[in-house]
């Protein structure tokens, strides 16, 4: 989850796990996660990226 | 009335994480000492630059002295909280508010769960809000999302095997990423027609299309945005934090939509409208989603935007989100793999 954006977006994952995205074009992550089941759950989205936005 | 978010206020400067498995031989004080260690060590930092704790964990102890006593905290703020599989994220959530804020300095988000050797099968611990009057039915956490998948395929006009192959697909494709992952719980790639035809779990549901149970703890160290290049070159920046509960009402309604979850929806686009996202497949690099069940990842992949509605299943087969896909979708999987509800993974950040 987050820690593996943290990774991603560092450039620190090992290399047979790393993305290419990052290095490409978009620099954010989401990680997401939710708690309890369809029809009765709460649901978390977090958005991180390695700049600061202009 | 409305969220003004934090983007860009706060950073991550540090972060540990231990493997995740089954750690007979470790107990969750050593889950947490490692995790946090690792954490302090990457920030170069020590536990005494630290304001204040958040703790998550669900089912691995009560108050903040889950924490404080393994740290040998010398009485600082900890505050153990727990909100089902998403208790690692409200963690970092707090964390990051209670910086934002102007509160404290540095605060650190840690999760740890301890749930092989706690004498039963699954979470323990735990039991799901009901409404005190018998109205929710007893279901198995497979059973509740198995009921994703036939819903799906009638919608979008899949026939069973059809979308078996979808889910299988998931399923292989995040082996495929937890075999390149030292830190995941299960690090053997799996052949597609093993998947397929391992034993049926519940419904469509077969062992691979469940995620596993495990062990293991995370930790992260936020500060204020200005700050963080003091402690490290690479910050990871906070652009938005986005969560909901919802109405829990689902079940009791007949015409319940199992193809969409509304909190997801809901969270979803609150958060891209924090981080000013308009079109998320194309601006996101990576996503780490809940991968509880193989449907469950099928259906966030349009709840998150990252597909049109009816066609996941399309993106799921062409591999747009395999690791080398334009949206590689959990390229870490720490699990995605069998057993019933949530792994440390989730609850740990």
């Known amino acids: 989850m987050m820690f593996e954006a943290w990774l991603q977006l560092r450039g620190e994952a090992p290399p047979e796990r790393t993305v290419r995205t990052p290095a490409e074009g978009p620099s954010l992550a989401l990680t997401h996660n939710l708690g309890g089941g369809p029809g009765e759950c709460v649901s978390f989205v977090s958005v991180v990226g390695n700049q600061l936005t202009d | 009335m409305s969220s003004h978010g934090i983007r860009d206020r706060v950073a991550i400067v540090g972060m540990g994480c231990t493997t995740f498995g089954e750690h007979w031989t470790r107990s969750a004080d050593d889950l947490l000492i490692d995790a946090v260690g690792e954490a302090v060590t990457s920030a170069g930092i020590t536990l005494d630059d630290i304001d204040a704790f958040w703790l998550g964990t669900q089912a691995s102890g009560v108050s903040g002295l889950t924490l404080s006593r393994p740290l040998h905290l010398q009485y600082k703020p900890v505050t153990r909280l727990e909100n089902m599989c998403a208790t690692g994220s409200e963690a970092l959530r707090n964390a990051c508010y209670a910086v934002a804020s102007g509160a404290y300095d540095v605060a650190m988000a840690v999760g740890v769960e301890k749930l092989k050797d706690s004498g039963m099968s699954g979470l323990s611990g735990t039991t799901m809000p009901g409404a005190g009057d018998d109205s929710r039915g007893e279901i198995t956490a497979p059973a509740n999302f198995s009921l994703l998948a036939p819903a799906y395929a009638a919608k979008y006009g899949l026939s069973e095997e059809e979308l078996k192959d979808v889910i299988t697909r998931i399923a292989w494709k995040n082996h495929v ?173």
């Open chain 2, 177 to 349: 990423n937890g075999a390149r992952n030292p830190r995941a719980q299960f690090r053997k790639e799996v052949p597609l027609e093993r998947i397929r035809s391992a034993p049926i779990v519940a419904g469509m549901l077969g062992v691979f299309d469940c995620s596993g149970v495990s062990d293991g703890s995370a930790a992260a160290i936020v500060v204020r945005a200005e700050d963080a290049y003091k402690y490290t070159d690479k910050p990871i920046f906070v652009k938005a934090l986005s969560f909901v509960a919802g109405p829990a009402d689902g079940l009791l309604d007949p015409e319940y939509d199992f193809t969409t979850f509304p909190e997801v929806v809901a969270s979803a686009q609150e958060a891209y409208r924090q981080a000013g996202i308009t079109d998320p497949r194309a601006e996101i690099a990576l996503a780490e989603v809940h991968d509880c069940f193989t449907p469950t990842e099928l259906v966030l992949m349009e709840d998150l935007g990252f597909s049109e509605r009816g066609q996941a299943w399309k993106d799921v087969t062409s591999g747009a989100f395999d690791l080398d896909g334009s949206l590689p979708v959990n390229p870490g999987t720490g699990d995605s793999r069998p057993s019933v509800t949530p792994s440390a993974r989730r609850a740990c950040a």
